[in-house]
């Protein structure tokens, strides 16, 4: 299966709604539960006050029934009985009248009508009052009309000296009352609507403003997560990089910039991961381009002389050996091709890596430069060139006497065959203040430019063409090989049409090769 085929095991996850949805939705349910409550207790409250004044009205107002009634019975000097409420009840009617009370009748404790201000008064069907006030208590019905009216009917037994001498029945008309208790609950629930609508944006405000940063960090990791799943280096690169408006949460002083402080160090940590990561593959890539370079390269050397001593081979196997020059001269090719695979051979053997190696220890170099200048002088005077030696007596160091005398040997031959004919080759060695030295061999010619001398220490390269034929571009890489063996650098500089320096740099102490040998 493909890696586009494969799909992360989050995605097969449905999501439910979103933490800022449900919290808003949260609470604007919660507010709109409040405001209800609220607005049903207020409503019941202001009811509850509007009937306490209705039977503060109302009690009143029997009190000033009964007075009346009181007084006219002293007044027409009659008894307190049925009889003499009787006789008062048109009067009574007369003085609650003219004191405003344009509806009320008049009863006896029986409940039969003696009187009333308007005929036809209370014969709509509204006498629960009337039933209860028959019983002994005064009593009072609410009654809602249309448009915001309320009529009150009210009942009261008239009681004079402990004796039920009758009962009075009231018409009361309370709309004015009522409207006005109205425009008080509907003031109330709007400006109760008001608060609530205010104090619900702004605590939606504080929660989005202190959700922010988790959404962030949520939308911010899921593009994070889902692009690493990908393998998408280059977007990986791009959506690493710490938004803004996280860096200015993580500014905040409370355990959500803490949150967004510690994902911002963590996603650095995990830029940095990455890049390792790439470094790592690309050095890889490199490291296997080289190691096919090398492959394809040794396969070219190495197919070359055996090409041609086996093509010499079947000519003289056909021949016979009938054609003495023939003989002669594909014997000395042979040789030659023979000469060269070895040395191509033991070139190879030295770029690998050899588990009988000589053991360090302390050598003079400069010893061992000065030979291996002798050494190649016979080769440096059979194409004009001559060395010019300026080198520090007992330059001393801790490594391998064979390997230091090869890294002399080929850096002196590399000078010899691509120097300058009949030119100067410069040979300097001298202790440096650092603790190392510096062994530079300086050849004329034509030089090097920047991409050659980035490709000169690598196996089979050759930046020119060399004096001498079977030449494979090892020497270079072998002395590379022997440098960092020792713990030492070389660089290579060149002037086009005038110089080329390889500068060798290396610890004049130890600096870990025992330990580096133990390590291998």
Not at 100 to 121: D, F, H, K, M, N
Not at 208 to 214: I, Q
Not at 232 to 259: T, Y
Request: charge should be neutral.
């Amino acid at each position: 299966m493909s890696r586009k085929d494969r799909k992360p095991k989050h995605q097969g996850k449905k999501r439910g709604p979103g933490l800022q949805l449900r919290l808003t939705v949260g609470l604007i349910l919660l507010f709109a539960a409040a405001l209800v409550l609220t607005n049903v207790v207020v409503s019941g409250q202001i009811e509850r006050q509007c009937q306490e004044q209705i039977q503060g009205n109302l009690r009143d107002l029997k009190s000033t029934a009964e007075i009346y009634t009181r007084q006219l019975l002293v007044t027409n000097r009659l008894n307190n009985e049925e009889e003499g409420f009787r006789e008062a009840a048109e009067e009574v009617l007369d003085q609650l009248i003219s004191s405003g009370q344009e509806r009320v009748a008049a009863y006896t404790p029986a409940g039969e009508l003696i009187t009333s201000t308007q005929s036809g008064l209370f014969e709509d069907g509204y006498d629960e009052d009337y039933r209860i006030a028959l019983g002994g208590q005064s009593a009072f019905t609410l009654i809602h009309g249309r448009g915001s009216t309320l009529t009150v009917r009210f009942s009261c037994p008239m009681v004079i000296e402990g004796k039920t001498v009758g009962m009075l029945r009231f018409d009361q008309d309370y709309s004015q009352w009522w409207r006005q208790w109205e425009g008080i609950s509907r003031l109330v629930l709007l400006v109760t609507l008001i608060v609530f609508a205010l104090t619900l944006l702004i605590m939606l405000g504080i929660a989005w403003a202190l959700l922010r940063p988790v959404l962030l960090l949520s939308r911010h990791s899921t593009r994070v997560s889902r692009e690493i799943e990908q393998g998408d280096w280059s977007a990986q690169a791009e959506v690493l990089a710490p938004p803004r408006n996280l860096q200015a949460a993580a500014g905040r002083r409370d355990e959500l910039g803490q949150l967004a402080d510690n994902y911002l160090r963590m996603l650095e940590a995990l830029r940095r991961q990455l890049e390792r990561i790439g470094e790592d593959r690309d050095r890889i890539r490199d490291q296997y381009r080289e190691k096919q370079d090398f492959f394809n390269n040794a396969t070219h050397e190495l197919k070359t002389p055996l090409t041609t001593i086996s093509g010499y081979a079947e000519l003289i196997g056909k021949n016979g050996g009938r054609d003495p020059e023939l003989l002669q001269k594909g014997a000395r090719h042979i040789e030659e091709e023979s000469r060269r695979l070895h040395a191509l051979v033991v070139n190879l053997l030295e770029m690998s890596d050899r588990t009988e190696k000589e053991a360090p220890k302390s050598c003079d170099f400069s010893a061992l430069v000065r030979s291996a200048a002798e050494g190649m002088e016979p080769k440096a005077r059979r194409y004009g060139c001559r060395f010019e030696l300026r080198i520090e007596d007992n330059v001393c160091l801790t490594g391998r006497p064979d390997r230091l005398r090869e890294l002399a040997v080929n850096l002196l031959d590399n000078a010899i065959k691509y120097g300058e004919p009949s030119g100067a080759i410069g040979v300097q060695l001298n202790r440096e203040p650092d603790g190392f030295l510096c062994f530079a061999v300086t050849n004329g010619g034509p030089g090097m430019t920047e991409q050659q001398l980035e490709q000169v220490f690598s196996p089979f390269y050759r930046a020119a063409s060399s004096r001498e034929r079977g030449s494979a571009g090892l020497g270079l890489s072998i002395c590379r090989k022997i440098t960092e063996e020792h713990g030492g650098t070389i660089t290579a500089q060149s002037v086009p049409g005038v110089s080329t320096v390889f500068t060798v740099r290396l610890p004049l102490t130890d600096n870990g090769m025992e330990g580096k040998e133990e390590h291998r």
